[in-house]
């Protein structure tokens, strides 16, 4: 299974503002700049985010975005469903009658078994636990930074 620019940049973007939660509404333009995404693509990609209320949206000059829900509300499995639909590796685990054989294939059966495991993983993930991946991963790279501007003052 491979996620879409869609799932990728959809998770991306939620995370964002996850980070921001509790800061008021951030443009739409300041999440596509930190993230990278092209602003018309973000903007197509928020609204079935906005539809599905996870999130909320104002127009006009001070306008933005901000997640609706908690960040600990809000699973990867909803958002992933949303933007991609099924994670299925192949369309028989979730539509047995594309293939009559299903129940006697058995490598459908790994592949129902993939699908669980991905499942899963997302349905225990919250925009919450990005948040916290994050977070450690900045703090390891600020660290990373100090110690080459000390290595390279102590060459000096």
Same mark, same amino acid.
């Given at each position: 299974?491979? +996620?879409?620019?869609? !799932?990728?940049?959809g998770t991306r973007a939620l995370l964002d503002l996850a980070l921001h939660w509790g800061e008021g509404l951030v443009p739409l333009k300041d999440v596509a700049r $930190?993230? #990278?995404?092209?602003?018309?693509?973000?903007?197509? +990609? =928020?609204?079935? +985010?906005?539809?599905?209320? =996870?999130?909320?949206?104002? $127009?006009?000059? $001070? !306008? !933005?975005?901000? +997640?609706? *829900?908690?960040? #600990?509300?809000?699973?990867?499995? #909803?958002?992933?469903?949303?933007?991609? !639909? &099924?994670?299925?590796?192949?369309?028989?685990?979730? @539509?047995?009658?594309?293939?009559?054989? &299903? @129940?006697?294939?058995?490598?459908?059966?790994?592949?129902?078994?993939?699908?669980?495991? =991905?499942?899963?993983?997302?349905? &225990?993930? %919250?925009?919450?636990?990005?948040?916290?991946?994050? %977070?450690?991963?900045?703090? %390891?790279? $600020?660290? *990373?930074?100090?110690?080459?501007?000390?290595?390279?003052?102590? %060459?000096?």
């Amino acid at each position: 299974m491979k +996620l879409s620019a869609k !799932g990728r940049y959809g998770t991306r973007a939620l995370l964002d503002l996850a980070l921001h939660w509790g800061e008021g509404l951030v443009p739409l333009k300041d999440v596509a700049r $930190r993230q #990278e995404i092209p602003l018309p693509y973000l903007e197509h +990609l =928020i609204a079935p +985010l906005i539809a599905a209320g =996870i999130i909320k949206s104002t $127009r006009g000059p $001070r !306008g !933005g975005v901000s +997640l609706f *829900k908690h960040p #600990e509300e809000i699973k990867l499995s #909803e958002v992933i469903q949303l933007l991609e !639909g &099924s994670i299925a590796p192949v369309e028989c685990v979730d @539509n047995p009658k594309s293939y009559p054989c &299903s @129940n006697l294939c058995a490598p459908h059966d790994i592949w129902g078994e993939v699908k669980k495991a =991905i499942d899963g993983v997302l349905e &225990s993930t %919250t925009l919450q636990d990005l948040v916290e991946r994050q %977070t450690r991963k900045e703090a %390891t790279a $600020r660290c *990373k930074v100090r110690e080459v501007v000390y290595r390279l003052r102590l %060459t000096k």
